[in-house]
C-alpha cells in the first residue's frame, strides 16, 4: 500500500516537472515489497472445503474461486446486475477498486446454484458469519487450525491457515492453467496492473514440471529420434561409487 502511494507521488512529480512547475525532481526510492502470499486450492481440495460450508455460503465462496473477484466488490452485487441466460455479472464502476466497470462470466455450477435461489432481489451472495464459518470449514478440510483460547474478558479461537482472500490467488492461478490469455484474466480478475497481477499468478513447483513435460512432448514429435513415451517417464537416477559411475540399470 505504501509503494502504491509513492508510485503515485513520483508520477505527479514527474508531471509537475514536464509541466515546468518543478526545476527537479527529487528520487523517491519504493520500499522492498513483501512476499508474496502462497496459498491457493487445486479443486480437489476446494470440493472438500465447500462441502464443509453452510450451503447458504457456497454460491459466493464458488464465485470468489473461480472468477477471482474481490470479496469487497462480490457482496455489492445486486440481482438486477446477474444475467443468467448471458452467464455474466456485470460489475459497475463505482463498485470496483479500480473505478473501472466489467464483466465477469460465470461457470455452469454457479449458475445452477443462482437459478435455486429466490426471490432474486437485493445482493446475490449472502456472507453472514462468513469468518467463523470459514474458519470451521477449513479446520474440517485440513487446511487450517483453530485453537481455543480461554481466559481474560472472554474465550475466542485463535485460526491460521487458508484466507478468503486466498480464492483469488487460486481463480488467477486456475485461469493459467486453462490457457486464458493473461490479459483476458486481468479483465475478470480485475487487476489493473501486470505486477500485481503477477504476484497473485502464483507458479507451483508442480506447474514447473508439467511445463518441462508439455516442452518434451511438443519436442518429440519435431526431433527425429525422440519417443514421446520416453520424455514422459522420470529418469532413475544414477548410482555413484567411489571411483566409478554406473549407469542405472535400463538406462
Known amino acids: 500500500m505504501v509503494n502504491r502511494s509513492l508510485q503515485c507521488l513520483r508520477r505527479l512529480l514527474n508531471i509537475a516537472h514536464e509541466d515546468g512547475k518543478l526545476a527537479s525532481v527529487p528520487k523517491i526510492r519504493l520500499l522492498k515489497e513483501p512476499s508474496a502470499r502462497k496459498g491457493f486450492l487445486e479443486l480437489g481440495k476446494f470440493q472438500e472445503l465447500l462441502g464443509a460450508l453452510p450451503a447458504y455460503l457456497r454460491p459466493l465462496i464458488v464465485f470468489l474461486y473461480y472468477c ?34 466489467r464483466v465477469v462470466p460465470l461457470p455452469s455450477v454457479l449458475i445452477m446454484m443462482l437459478c435455486g435461489i429466490e426471490p432474486k432481489s437485493g445482493p446475490v451472495f449472502d456472507s453472514s458469519n462468513l469468518r467463523t464459518e470459514w474458519e470451521k ?34 481463480a488467477v492461478r486456475n485461469l493459467r492453467l486453462a490457457g486464458i490469455p493473461e490479459n483476458v484474466a486481468m ?24 511445463a518441462m513435460r508439455k516442452l518434451e512432448t511438443g519436442a518429440a514429435k519435431t526431433l527425429p529420434g525422440v519417443s514421446a513415451k520416453l520424455v514422459q517417464k522420470a529418469p532413475r537416477a544414477a548410482k555413484r561409487v567411489p571411483g566409478k559411475l554406473l549407469k542405472a540399470k535400463g538406462a
Not at 74 to 86: G, Y
Not at 196 to 201: A, P, S
Open 68 to 101: 477471482g473477484v474481490r470479496k469487497g466488490e462480490a457482496l455489492q452485487i445486486q440481482w438486477s446486475q446477474v444475467d443468467l441466460d448471458a452467464r455474466l455479472i456485470r460489475l459497475e464502476e463505482e463498485q470496483t477498486k479500480s473505478g473501472e466497470p
Open 187 to 210: 479483465k475478470i480478475s480485475g487487476h489493473k496492473t501486470r505486477d500485481v497481477f503477477d504476484r497473485y499468478n502464483i507458479v507451483s513447483t508442480d506447474d514447473v514440471s508439467a
Open 137 to 170: 470449514a477449513c479446520a474440517a478440510a485440513g487446511l487450517g487450525t483453530r485453537t481455543l483460547v480461554e481466559g481474560g474478558e472472554y474465550d475466542y479461537h485463535k485460526y491460521e491457515g487458508l484466507l478468503v482472500h486466498d480464492l483469488r490467488r487460486s
